[in-house]
């Protein structure tokens, strides 16, 4: 069976997290939402409907009749009720189409799709809304995937130089770590293929180390915190998710917290996640162009893929960087730091894209990739995209 993801308006309303991919590749527990699906339907790769500039990428599974909701993350009840779909047959809770089902190569209009029999899911279910929704949800979603990647499996073995307490941790084949601590009272922790946890980490659960990712000496994590594969982190973490590809690798806290792919925190940052008075928080809504009252008190960084930070760079409560955002200098800047800003609390300009293109050809190449015509022709289009919210 093949399957293919959609997007609704969640993807409005996940940006700048959702500018470079669809929904469904949002990485939240260990696993992206994709994958959670693949797993627990036992598909093959699947398929997305999007956003046309990012189809080039995000490639149309043009024989599959399965569409599911690429913001609906899954459980056993969910996917049963998913796959006994017949053609013509609907998936939804409350106004919230689930999944619907057409003849195999069939790819339904909208309006079509509302002329499919009906059929109501009332069991509970997460679903991915806004940005904050990632780290909120991330300590469920990481137990979900624990089970799901680990239910009759062996771990592989640990050295004994570390110490265990509580004994819910899975290392896979090549995972390394010495002299640490890892505490799974509280939740899993789970190392992946070719992970590391460097020297003198202290480790909470629950707790996610992607594949070929390092923990650097001495950094303290604590859990519900997931670092996704070929990452490099270190100093102090709590409750983030970092998509992959990107590096943390430096004293410093995150907190409460998104980190997109290809980003890089420099030494000694900092983001707040409680305001000084405890007040809610606010985050920046690109759908809306206000800031919106998230029912949070506690709320740091949002990072869209490609944003960086110079050194000693001090982030207020609720920030939003958008993609390929540069930030740099002393002081706090603004909450909302616009797609391809360059600058700080003393000011932004415009980072060109031809500049920006020079430094991301050189990222790829320090992991052996090549940044092809795709992906910067997915960048170009966010860059005029996002032009309005550039007032320098």
Not at 14 to 34: E, F, M, N
Not at 295 to 302: A, E, H, S, T, V
Request: overall charge negative; charged content about 20%; proline content about 3%.
């Amino acid at each position: 069976m093949t399957i293919n993801l959609f997007d609704d308006g969640a993807w409005l309303t996940l940006r700048p997290l959702s500018l470079t991919r669809p929904v469904a590749d949002l990485r939240i527990g260990i696993l992206t939402i994709a994958q959670k699906w693949e797993k627990y339907l036992g598909t093959g790769q699947a398929g997305f409907r999007t956003i046309s500039y990012l189809a080039p990428k995000y490639v149309l599974a043009k024989d599959a009749g399965l569409f599911i909701n690429g913001s609906v993350c899954p459980d056993q009840k969910l996917a049963e009720a998913v796959s006994g779909l017949n053609p013509g047959e609907s998936l939804k809770k409350s106004d919230l189409i689930i999944a619907y089902k057409a003849e195999a190569g069939e790819i339904p209009e909208d309006a079509a799709i509302g002329l499919f029999t009906s059929k109501n899911y009332d069991a509970e279910l997460i679903r991915i809304s806004f940005p904050e929704d990632i780290f909120k949800y991330n300590d469920t979603e990481l137990k979900k995937d624990f089970a799901l990647l680990t239910k009759g499996r062996s771990s592989a073995k640990l050295s004994s130089t570390n110490t265990f307490i509580g004994d819910n941790i899975f290392a896979e084949e090549g995972s390394e770590a010495e002299c640490s601590t890892f505490n799974s009272k509280n939740g899993p922790v789970y190392l992946g293929y070719n992970s590391q946890v460097w020297e003198g980490c202290h480790i909470r659960g629950s707790f996610a180390l992607c594949d070929n990712s390092q923990i650097k000496m001495g950094a303290k994590i604590y859990g519900q915190t997931t670092i996704g594969p070929h990452s490099r982190v270190g100093g102090e973490i709590n409750n983030a998710v970092i998509w992959g590809y990107s590096s943390k690798g430096h004293e410093g806290y995150l907190g409460n917290s998104v980190m997109g792919q290809w980003c890089n925190i420099g030494a000694d940052s900092n983001n707040s996640n409680l305001k000084n008075n405890y007040a809610e928080v606010k985050l920046w809504d690109y759908s809306t162009e206000h800031f919106r009252k998230t029912g949070l008190q506690f709320c740091g960084l949002i990072m869209a893929d490609h944003a960086k930070c110079g050194i000693n760079t001090m982030f207020n409560t609720g920030t939003v960087a958008g993609v390929s955002a540069n930030i740099f200098g002393a002081g706090f800047p603004r909450n909302f730091i616009p797609d391809f800003a360059w600058g700080g609390a003393h000011g932004f300009e415009t980072y060109s894209l031809h500049k920006m293109f020079e430094t991301t050809e050189k990222v790829y190449e320090r992991r052996n990739m090549v940044f092809n015509q795709i992906e910067k022709d997915i960048l170009t289009q966010i860059f005029e995209d996002t032009k309005t919210h550039r007032h320098f």
